[in-house]
């Protein structure tokens, strides 16, 4: 069993950078591909980048190549998404995600935190 607790999340302006942690507890952390995902106000959740166990692959999606990076700490047993140049288009609920499979995607999640609100205006 994993438990999830994502931080970070807030209201900020357009081009601001943030950073969104996911603290992660339980055993056998880094046998666990992580990742995040996201939900807009009416939209369905999508994915936004995964990294695997020992985090030396990561995949984004297309949407958020070059401003969003994914890295983890096995040590700490944490999760983060680094957020630049932010756009009121990413203006969702962020979920950190855990899986037994790379890359993650939505069918083969095995833990979801409760997510965190990002808000950016322009």
Known sequence: Q???VES???SVQSGVSL???????GRSFSSYVMGWFRQ?????????A???NGGARTTYADSVKGRLFISRDNAKNMVYLQMNSLKPEDTAVYYCAASYQY??????????GKGTLVTVSS
């Open 2 to 4: 994993v438990q999830l």
């Open 8 to 10: 970070g999340g807030g």
């Open 19 to 25: 950073r969104l942690s996911c603290a992660a507890s």
């Open 40 to 48: 807009a106000p009416g939209k369905e959740r999508e994915f936004v």
């Open 50 to 52: 995964t990294i695997s």
């Open 103 to 112: 890359p993650l995607r939505i069918g083969n999640i095995a833990y979801w």
